[in-house]
C-alpha cells in the first residue's frame, strides 16, 4: 500500500482534477464517505445527535458535506465552526435544512459549543486534516474546541469521534501529536494514507482508520514510491518451497559473531536463520562461545575460532574464513561480537570478503559500530549488504544524534542507504527499509513487547535466512521486518505488552508465516 506525505496527496488530487474530476467532487465523496462511517458506528442514527467541527478549509468542507448526508437520514446535526468558513456553497447546502450552524466568532465564551457537545452522540473532527503548518496555540478557537471535546469524551457517556482525514493536530508527514488532539474511535483518510499516520506517536492516536478511494488516477499512484508493507506484499514475496526440495535448496547462512559477554547472540541469530527456512545455519564464534551454546541448538553447525584475552574474536579471523565466505548463500555478522580494536580489525580485514557470500550479507550490531569508526566506512560495504541498525547505531554510522534520527526516521533512513551505497533497515516503531536507489517502505507495527535483549539478533538471523532462500536484499529485509512485526503482535495476545522473551520469537515465527502464506 502506497503511502503520501500532505503534499503528494495535494499533487494527487490535482491529478484527479486533471484526469476529469472536480474539487466539488472529491469533497462529496469524502464526506459521503465520513457520513456512511459515522452511521455504521452509531447504528442508527434515528433521534441521534452529531456535531460537527469544521474547520475553514477543505477538511471542513469535507466535515460539512458528512453533516448534509448525515441530516438527510435522520440526524440532528449541529455545525460549529471555530473560525468560520470559506466555502459559501457548502455552507449554502446547510442553510437550506434544519441544521444548526454556529459561527465560533461569533460565541466568544462557546457557550454554544458547550450545549452542542452536552449528551452528544457523535462528533464529526473536520477542523484542519492533513492542512495543519503549526502547532496550536492555548486559547486560540480550534485548541478551546479540542480541549472541549476532549472533556467530553472523558466524561460519563461519551460521544464517539470520527476523525476526517487526520485527526486534528496530527502531522500528516512527521507523525507529531499536538498537545490538543483529542484521539477518534475512528479516522477516515482519503485516496491514500498518510506518512505521519504509521510514525510514532500518530499511530496511536488514530483508532481504526479506513481509507477511501476518491477518484486518485491510478499512474498518479504509481509514481509515489513509499510503501506500507502488508501480508498481501509478503505473501506475494515469500520464497518458494518446492516439495522435491532439499537443504541446499533453501542455502546456507554463516552467522560471525559472540564474546564472552554476548553468549547467546549467535545462537539467536542462527535459529532465527533456520526458523525462517534456510536449510542450513553454521556459526563462526570464540570456542569458548561455541562451547557454552551448541547443546542448545544441535541444527547448528559450528566454526570455532580462537579468542582475544577479553573473550572476542581477534582480527585475524578475518584470514580464517577468507575462504568460507564462498561456500555459503548468505551471512549475518554482528550479534555478540563486542566492541573493542581486535572487533574493529576484524570488520576492516573482512569488509571486501562480504561480497563473497553469493546473495548477500547482513551487518548487525556491534559489526555497525566498527564499520561508523572506520573513515572510509561507507566506499568499503557491498552493495548486496543490508544494515539493520538502531537509532543509537544509525546515529554513528551517519554522525548524528538520536534525537536527529527520530525527527527524520525516513528521511535518514534513505540518505544512509544512498551513503553506505546498500539496504539499510532503520529499526524500532514502525522501521524503515530504505535502498540506495531510492525505494522505501515502512512497517505497519509498533509494538513495546519486541523491545527486548535479543530481538534484533533474531530479526538479523531471520533477514539472513530469506537472503540464502534466494530473496533479494531489499525483499529479504521487507520480509524479515514484516515477520518479526506480526509475529510480535500473535505473541501480544498471549504476553500482552512486556515479558517477552526473544528466543520465543524465533520460535512462533513459522506459524506466524504459515498464517501470512494461508489467509
Known amino acids: 500500500m502506497k503511502l503520501v506525505t500532505a503534499a503528494q496527496m495535494r499533487e494527487l488530487e490535482q491529478a484527479a482534477v486533471a484526469a476529469g474530476s472536480s474539487e466539488a467532487q472529491l469533497m462529496e465523496e469524502a464526506g459521503l464517505a465520513v457520513a456512511q462511517e459515522a452511521w455504521m458506528l452509531l447504528g442508527t442514527l434515528e433521534g441521534r445527535r452529531i456535531v460537527v467541527l469544521a474547520g475553514p478549509g477543505n477538511n471542513g468542507g469535507d466535515g460539512l458535506v458528512a453533516a448534509r448526508h448525515l441530516f438527510d437520514w435522520g440526524a440532528g446535526i449541529t455545525v460549529y465552526m471555530p473560525k468560520g468558513h470559506r466555502r459559501e456553497d457548502r455552507l449554502e447546502e446547510i442553510r437550506k435544512r434544519e441544521i444548526v450552524l454556529v459561527d465560533g466568532r461569533e460565541d466568544a465564551d462557546q457557550v454554544a459549543l458547550d450545549a452542542a457537545l452536552m449528551g452528544c452522540d457523535l462528533v464529526v473532527d473536520a477542523l484542519l486534516g492533513i492542512g495543519q503548518a503549526r502547532p496550536l496555540d492555548p486559547g486560540e478557537p480550534m485548541a478551546v474546541a479540542l480541549d472541549k471535546l476532549a472533556a467530553a469524551r472523558s466524561g460519563y457517556q461519551p460521544p464517539k469521534l470520527v476523525a476526517v482525514d487526520l485527526p486534528t493536530g496530527v502531522n500528516a508527514d512527521s507523525g507529531a501529536v499536538d498537545a490538543h488532539t483529542v484521539e477518534p474511535d475512528m479516522t477516515v483518510t482519503f485516496g491514500l494514507p498518510k506518512v505521519g499516520m504509521y510514525q510514532a506517536p500518530a499511530s496511536a492516536v488514530l483508532g481504526k482508520v479506513q481509507v477511501i478511494d ?47 559477554h554476548y553468549v547467546g547472540a549467535v545462537q539467536l541469530a ?13 556459526v563462526a564464534a570464540p570456542e569458548r562461545v561455541a562451547g557454552l551454546v551448541a547443546g542448545a541448538a544441535p541444527e547448528v553447525t559450528w566454526l570455532p575460532q580462537p579468542e582475544t584475552p577479553s573473550g572476542g574474536l581477534p582480527g585475524e579471523t578475518a584470514i580464517a574464513l577468507r575462504d568460507e565466505w564462498l561456500q555459503f548463500s548468505a551471512a549475518v555478522v554482528g550479534p555478540g561480537l563486542g566492541d573493542d580494536a581486535e572487533i574493529r580489525a576484524f ?40 544494515l539493520t541498525p538502531h537509532p543509537g547505531e544509525l546515529a554513528r554510522l ?28 532503520l529499526k524500532g516503531a514502525h522501521s524503515v527499509i530504505a535502498t540506495a536507489d531510492g525505494r522505501t517502505s515502512l512497517s505497519p507495527f509498533a509494538n513495546p513487547l519486541l523491545a527486548t535483549a535479543g530481538s534484533g539478533d533474531v530479526l538479523a538471523g531471520v533477514i539472513g535466512g530469506y537472503l540464502a532462500q534466494g530473496a533479494a536484499p531489499f525483499e529479504a529485509a521487507c520480509l524479515g521486518v514484516y515477520l518479526h512485526g506480526a509475529t510480535g503482535e500473535a505473541l501480544s495476545e498471549d504476553y500482552g505488552t512486556a515479558g517477552l522473551l526473544a528466543s520465543e520469537i524465533a520460535a512462533r515465527l513459522p506459524k506466524v508465516v504459515k498464517d501470512v502464506a494461508s489467509p
Open 214 to 260: 476518491i477518484g486518485i488516477p491510478k499512474a498518479a499512484q504509481e509514481a509515489v514510491k513509499l510503501e506500507l508493507l502488508t501480508s498481501r506484499w509478503v505473501r506475494l514475496n515469500l520464497p518458494k518451497r518446492p516439495e522435491d526440495a532439499n537443504k541446499g535448496t533453501f542455502g546456507k547462512v554463516l552467522v560471525v559473531g559472540g564474546s564472552r
Open 398 to 425: 551517519m554522525q548524528t544524534t538520536v534525537a536527529d534520527v527520530q525527527s527524520r526516521r525516513l528521511a535518514i533512513a534513505g540518505e544512509a542507504a544512498a551513503k553506505y551505497g546498500c539496504t539499510v533497515v
Open 270 to 282: 542462527a535459529v532465527s536463520a533456520y526458523r525462517s527456512g534456510a536449510g542450513l545455519v553454521t
Open 347 to 386: 570488520i576492516l580485514a573482512s569488509l571486501p570478503d562480504l561480497q563473497d557470500a553469493a546473495n548477500g550479507v547482513v551487518i548487525d550490531a556491534d559489526a555497525l559500530n566498527a564499520l561508523a569508526s572506520l573513515p572510509d566506512g561507507p566506499g568499503r560495504v557491498p552493495p548486496n549488504a543490508v
